[in-house]
Structure formats: C-alpha cells, structure tokens
C-alpha cells in the first residue's frame, strides 16, 4: 500500500470479499504535488495500533496548494500522534501554558494540501495532550485551503483541543457527518499572557481544553459550513463540547445549518463556542440536551447572529447563568426569528438565572415562543435578560417565576404572555428533532412575516404563520 500510494493517482485494494485491516506502522505520506484517490471500497481499515499516526500530507508552503487526497469508504482506526517541544507546568506561573507544543492530527496530518474525506469512519484515534495549541485528534490540517468532509463518522477520537478535527488557518466543510463521543481533553484553554514564555510561542496560557469534536482557529481562513451533522455526547474540559470557532483579526462567516446538537459537555458552551464571527447563521438545526457550568448550549461573542426555525431544548447550565445561550457584544444587526426556546435550566439557585438566553439583547426578536425555560432565583429574569430585545409577534409563558411567583421580565417589548402547549422534543419530520404545537395553540396563525418554510421544510403561509421553529 505504501508503494501505490506514493507511485498511483488511484490506490484501491484486492484483498477479496471479506472486511480486512491493515497495521500501519509508520505513517504512510502521501505525495501532495499531484491528486491522489485511495478508495477502501468499504471493506478497509487502517489500524494504527495505537502507536502511530495513519496517513501524512505535509509541504513547507502556506495555503497554496490545491493539489492533495481523496479519501473515500474506508477507515481509520487507533491513530496517535505522538507528542514534541513538551514544557512542564510553571509551578511559579501555573497559569501560563504548558504542555505539548506538537502532536496533532492521530490519523490524519495534513499543511497545505487538500482533503477530502468521503464515507470514511475515524474511530479511537489520539492526537497529544495537554497542549495549547495542539488539536485533532483524528484530523490535524495547518494552512489548507480546503478540508472537506461528506459522510463521514468520527467516534470516540480525542486531542488536547478539537477531540475529532482541529483546523488551523484552514477552510473547513463538514456536511451529512456524525460527531459522537470525542473528548477535548487539555485544560486552562489558551489565551494571550504577554507574561507568559509559550509553547511553541510566547505569550500564552493555558493547555487546551477546547472543542470536545470540532476546532477552529486562526485569521486567514474564511467560511466554515457545517451542515446536515449530528454532534451527540461529545465532551470538552474548558469550551465548547462540540465546536470551537474563533476568527482572529477579521470576522468570518460560520454557517450551521440542518445540524443537531444533542448531549454535548463542557466548562463553558454545552455545545458551541464561536468568537468574531459575521455573520453567524444558525438555520433550522436543533440544540438539545447540552450541558455546562455556564451556558448551556452555547456561548457566542462578538459576532452579528442570525438564528432562524432553530430550537433550543433541554438545555441547563449547571452552576451558572445562560440555560441556553450566552451572548456578549452581539451586532445590532443580529436576529432572532422564528425559534424556539422550551425547557431550558439555569437551577442551581440564587444568582444563576436567564434560563433561555443571558446578555445584551440589542436587536430584534421576531415570531419567538418562550417555553417554560425555569430557574430557582425569585428575582432576576427567569427566561432572558433585564431589558428586554426589541421586536413582535413573540410568546412566553409562564407569567410569573416558578419560585417566589413574582412577574418574569419580558425577553421582548411587547410580548405576550400565553402558554404555548408545546409537545415533547421529538421526529416530527424533517431532519432534525422539533417541538410540536398543540391543536389550538396560541402559536397558531400568531406570526407574521415567517420564512417560507419552517425547521422541518414544511412550507408556510408567510402573513398568518405559527410562531416558533415548527408551523
């Protein structure tokens, strides 16, 4: 396989009709001056025993290659990365960073080359950790200019950040994959201490933590996609459970689209953590069951946010405040329409509140239903915030907190206080899971101006349509 690799355009495998694996013993590279197909026809796996990292692509240059590999029907298994530039902790100036300064990428290592990944499974691979920078724990890719991935399985991977797929400075697309069971496993995250000697460079803190399946890092990478994705049980020690993005320098677009977000962990941002993001679009996808000491399912900074037939459920913060969302230095050209929020927590007493969303509300929240998203603090806003987001045609329900039973603030001026009677978080069509209004809601024909079609695709009447994410 080595040989073909290095010598063919197309490597596929004679091996008969049986499933066979094949032990890697070094990692295989593979050229990047020219395209490259390896097709396992569905039978293969790679087996790095857990000794070695699978395949390589690496060139000295910087985003300019598009020349690279096409992996398809096959997978990758026990790939690890073994660890370089090792620093111990400060014991001194335990917050500066420490750890590995090299190790990413267990299966998969990848600088400036492009990739392609197609139905291929990544289970049980490994990159380094702790470390600040180091991620991907089955695909590492440094200055590439397009990673794609389509159909895909990442199960069970783990890295310092980026349990499944770290992406530094590099442009990422993730469509029709399941995320299931990664783990960020560094601590102290990484962040600039000017004080601080580094890893690898100075200036830092921490050893990682971030992005218990997906991680995001750099300036000179553009739009992220993710769309049609699963992201369940994933967990992250310090943010983001299930995916990290931060954009240093200029703001770049996130798009998550069709995409669940169910039972992901971590310090901060159940599921999603995303920094410096224009615009951040959150389309008919469904956050669930995510938990966090504080904010639940996701915490967004500094970015213009468009959440449109999306639903956020079950979600709980669980010593802190944002059951939901947490959001800080938002654009006032951001927007709520046409979600909903239903049965998220921030419950660990007084002082921890805003079950559905904490933080500025400086924009509009249009077609939005607010379903008994509960806290146990008397006094502070059971569902949002303090001053409530401008906008129309929006519900919320309970009228009052469920302890001590004083008025909750409003999460929108105007908005009317009715029970929505939604059902239970289920498969009601479409491809992700949705809450169902019952007959006779006061959701039903409350809206107006609605998108087209709701969360399930289901197409709506745009002048009298039900308010939330299901019509």
Not at 276 to 295: D, K, Q
Request: aromatic share 6%; hydrophobic share 40%.
């Amino acid at each position: 396989m080595r040989a073909a690799v290095g010598s063919r355009d197309v490597v596929t495998f004679n091996c008969g009709a049986d499933p066979v694996t094949i032990r890697v013993t070094s990692p295989i590279k593979v050229p990047t001056d020219h395209n490259t197909v390896i097709d396992g026809g569905g039978k293969v796996t790679l087996d790095g025993g857990g000794a070695t990292r699978i395949l390589s692509l690496m060139r000295p240059d910087y985003r300019t290659n598009s020349n690279g590999l096409t992996l398809q029907r096959i997978a990758l298994i026990n790939g690890r990365a073994a660890g370089s530039g090792y620093v111990a902790q400060d014991p001194n100036a335990p917050q500066c960073a420490w750890g590995y300064g090299e190790g990413g990428g267990g299966a998969i290592e990848v600088r400036d080359a492009r990739l392609h990944v197609i139905d291929v499974e990544f289970r049980n691979n490994a990159a380094a950790s702790p470390g600040p920078d180091i991620a991907g724990g089955a695909i590492y890719a440094l200055g590439s200019l397009d990673v794609t991935v389509v159909g895909s399985r990442f199960v069970g991977n783990t890295g310092s950040n980026g349990g499944a797929v770290g992406l530094m400075q590099s442009n990422g697309r993730f469509v029709n994959s399941v995320f299931e069971g990664n783990s960020a496993t560094g601590v102290g995250m990484n962040s600039v201490d000017a004080s601080c000697p580094g890893v690898g460079h100075p200036g830092q803190s921490g050893a990682g933590g971030s992005s218990g399946a997906i991680s995001v890092d750099g300036s000179d990478d553009t739009d992220l996609l993710v769309c049609g994705s699963r992201f369940v049980a994933n967990t992250a020690r310090e943010l983001a459970g299930a995916l990290f993005r931060t954009a240093n320098v200029s703001p770049r677009r996130t798009t998550i689209d069709r995409s669940l977000f169910d039972g992901n962990r971590a310090r901060q941002g159940g599921a999603l953590f995303v920094s410096n993001s224009a615009p951040l679009e959150i389309v008919a996808s469904t956050f669930s069951n995510n938990a966090a000491v504080a904010f639940g399912a996701a915490q967004i900074e500094r970015a213009s946010l468009a959440i449109v037939n999306s639903t956020f459920a079950g979600n709980e913060a669980t010593q802190g405040v944002g059951g939901a969302l947490y959001l800080a230095s938002l654009d006032g050209a951001s927007s709520i329409r046409n979600a909903t929020f239903a049965n998220n927590r921030s419950m660990a007493g007084g002082g921890y509140f805003a079950a559905a969303m904490f933080g500025q509300l400086n924009f509009p929240i249009v077609n939005t239903v607010f379903s008994n998203n509960l806290t146990q603090d008397g006094g502070s806003p059971m569902q949002c915030s303090f001053s409530p987001a401008p906008g129309a045609f929006d519900i919320q329900w309970p009228r009052n907190h469920a302890v001590g039973g004083a008025p909750d603030f409003p999460c929108v001026d105007g908005i009317v206080f009715a029970d929505p009677a939604l059902g239970a978080l289920a498969d009601n069509g479409g491809p992700t899971p949705t809450l169902m209004p019952a007959g006779g809601s006061a959701l039903r024909g409350a809206g107006r101006d609605c998108p087209a079609t709701d969360q399930r695709g289901q197409p709506r009447n745009p002048a009298q349509c039900t308010i939330g994410a299901v019509e």
